[in-house]
């Protein structure tokens, strides 16, 4: 079955930067992208960037495209997201997901567990 | 900035019908762009429900149902159930926003 098993929670200082790991596994790898949402407390989804598993081609949200990678690892069917210069409106639970386009859209259908980044001053 | 709107909440009583409304714009589901909808537990991660407007995955009750029309979407749920009690948040593109992915602002769903 497809699993997403990201990293564990993360604590960081304002201006810090951190770097989430979300491995991938039961499905081939190559034959779909894996998004980032992120979810502060109490708040909405909010989507935060996206990498092709086939030839790691990247796409991000406007207004974190200045701080944020996205990259991975095909020989670990690993992907990581990187988000800098932290601030304390980044706490938040960060979702690694599996997408796919059957339509005009994209939308995901596997989520990983998620992983809480707090950011201190 | 979410470009797609919800109601904060909707109620109902067990075995209602509720509708939960997603509104957009000319350049999201005005365009064309296909509507999903996702349910969220609380401490949870989300969970796919309707995707491409109408389309159930297996295991999702047929008591879940969506559409889209114009420049808006619906998901309805009937025989509503208590462990319906959730929030659900619809998801597009907009060709405005130079992304991928907008989600819709989320509605919770209490059941009385």
């Known amino acids: 079955q497809v699993r997403l098993v990201q990293s564990g929670g993360e604590v960081r200082k304002v201006g810090a930067s951190v770097k989430v790991s979300c491995k991938a596994s039961?499905?081939?790898?190559?034959?779909?992208?894996i998004t980032w949402v992120r979810q502060a407390p109490g708040q909405g989804l909010l989507w935060l960037g996206w990498?092709?598993?086939?030839?790691?081609?990247?796409i991000y949200a406007p207004w974190v495209q200045d701080r944020v990678t996205v990259t991975t690892d095909t020989s670990t069917t690993t992907v990581y997201m990187e988000l800098r210069s932290l601030r304390s409106d980044d706490t938040a639970v960060y979702f690694c997901a599996r997408d796919l386009m059957t339509g005009s859209s994209p939308f995901i259908d596997h989520w990983g567990q998620g992983t809480l980044v707090t950011v201190s001053s | 900035q979410s470009a797609l709107t919800q109601p904060p909440s909707v109620s109902g009583a067990p075995g209602q019908r509720v509708t939960i409304s997603c509104t957009g714009s000319s350049t999201s589901i005005g365009a064309g762009y296909d509507v999903h909808w996702y349910q969220q537990i609380p401490g949870a991660a989300p969970r796919l429900l309707i995707h491409n407007n109408d389309n159930r995955p297996s295991g999702v009750p047929d008591r879940f149902s969506g559409s889209r029309s114009g420049t808006s979407a619906s998901l309805a749920i009937t025989g509503l159930q208590a462990d319906d009690e959730a929030d659900y948040y619809c998801q597009s593109y907009d060709s405005s926003l130079g992304g991928f992915y907008v989600f819709g602002t989320g509605t919770k769903v209490v059941v009385l």
């Open positions: 039961g499905y081939t790898f190559g034959h779909y992208g």
């Open positions: 990498i092709s598993g086939h030839d790691g081609h990247t």
